[in-house]
């Protein structure tokens, strides 16, 4: 008799074992908890974004949290095509990489072109340079960024660590 292959709830998610006569599966309530990431994905992806598109001078907040004339660890905030100093230019590099590592880690939870399993890194390099990206310019408008990035790190540690 072979052994079954384990039940996966989601790209690298393993259900836990049920007893066997336990009754229905419902430690999920049917729903996947990898999709619950998602929006935390997307609002990391669209907040590290707006560092290269940022707001009009003084129009920052929470659901756009980079404005024009911003300042801080990477330099003063400009358009994407406007960075002028090597630590401005790293600063949109690392919101690029973070936008990209966010859109890769939510098509990976998905199983849209990446393989499943490798959402965990994506994630947490992404968050991880978010977090960086973000405590660089530390302002209440970053609170919310913070959280979702604190939010998928809690999360993609958790599932990676766990058996």
Known sequence: MEAPLPRMIGPGLRRPAVAPGAGPDDTCNGMNPTWLLIPALVLGAHF????NVPARAGRGWSGWPFAVGDWGLFGAV?????????TE??????????????????????????????????????????????????GRDKLPALTADLLVIAVATVTWLLP
Request: charged share 0%; aromatic share 10%; glycine share 14%.
């Open 89 to 138: 230019l790293a600063g949109a590099a690392l919101g690029a990489g973070a936008t990209v590592g966010f859109v890769m880690a939510a098509l990976s939870v998905v199983g849209l072109w990446l393989p499943g399993t490798w959402w965990h890194a994506l994630a947490l390099a992404a968050s991880a340079a978010s977090l960086v990206l973000m405590g660089g310019y530390l």
């Open 78 to 86: 400009h358009g994407a095509a406007q960075h002028r100093t090597l």
């Open 48 to 51: 590290t974004m707006t560092y």
